[in-house]
T-cell receptor, first 114, second 114 residues
Framework: NAGVTQTPKFQVLKTGQSMTLQCAQD?????MSWYRQDPGMGLRLIHY???????DQGEVPNGYNVSRSTTEDFPLRLLSAAPSQTSVYFC?????????????FGPGTRLTVL | AQSVTQPDIHITVSEGASLELRCNYS??????LFWYVQSPGQGLQLLLK??????LVQGIKGFEAEFKRSQSSFNLRKPSVHWSDAAEYFC????????????FGTGTRLTVIP
């Protein structure tokens, strides 16, 4: 049982490039989410999903896309990277969207956009 | 709108001393409250959570927190701090509505001195 896994751990992009951050969980969790963490700002919700085929926007969705074709995977796509997207990205999952139960976090992806 | 305030950006305590980290929340309904800890370069780990019932909750690593509805607070405490407790601590609030997304405070960094 690997929990929540994220790849890559580190990434450097140039402005305008696109990329996908991968997130997978093997706990059969219904709910998955993406956060970004910036100094002095805590964690802010980018997008979330309450089940396969269902996604919605969080607090800071601009510049990011998500999809949920399977229960296990929830990739985050940066369409055209900007320096303001330099951040640490965390994926999280929990068993159900029906109540705010324990969320399990991945180890994070540190992204630098030059 | 929901929000979480952690008024202390950085706290320094001596090893063996007691610790209290403050958390105030704003939420329109019954709040579900969490404390997470993040060690350097790591993801977030749940310390404890409050859903209902006894307002004093016990968590892992000897931490406890007390829910005070009248003060909209959920402060984290530990009677005797260990050097390994040095980390960043995040308070989060969620609720039993919608997708029950978690909203995080900006975090408190704890330094432990010998």
């Amino acid at each position: 049982n690997a929990g929540v896994t994220q790849t890559p751990k580190f990434q450097v992009l140039k402005t305008g490039q696109s990329m996908t951050l991968q997130c997978a969980q093997d706990m059969n969790h219904e709910y998955m989410s993406w956060y970004r963490q910036d100094p002095g700002m805590g964690l802010r919700l980018i997008h979330y999903s309450v089940g396969a085929g269902i996604t919605d926007q969080g607090e800071v969705p601009n510049g990011y896309n998500v999809s949920r074709s399977t229960t296990e995977d929830f990739p985050l796509r940066l369409l055209s990277a900007a320096p303001s997207q330099t951040s640490v990205y965390f994926c999280a999952s929990r068993r159900t969207s029906g109540r705010p139960d324990t969320q399990y976090f991945g180890p994070g992806t540190r992204l630098t956009v030059l | 709108a929901q929000s979480v305030t952690q008024p202390d950006i950085h706290i320094t305590v001596s090893e063996g001393a007691s610790l209290e980290l403050r958390c105030n929340y704003s939420y329109g309904a019954t709040p579900y409250l969490f404390w997470y800890v993040q060690s350097p370069g790591q993801g977030l780990q749940l310390l404890l959570k409050y859903f209902s019932g006894d307002t004093l909750v016990q968590g892992i690593k000897g931490f406890e927190a007390e829910f005070k509805r009248s003060q909209s607070s959920f402060n984290l405490r530990k009677p005797s701090v260990h050097w390994s407790d040095a980390a960043e601590y995040f308070c989060a609030v969620g609720g039993a509505t919608g997708a029950n997304n978690l909203f995080f405070g900006t975090g408190t960094r704890l330094t432990v001195i010998p």
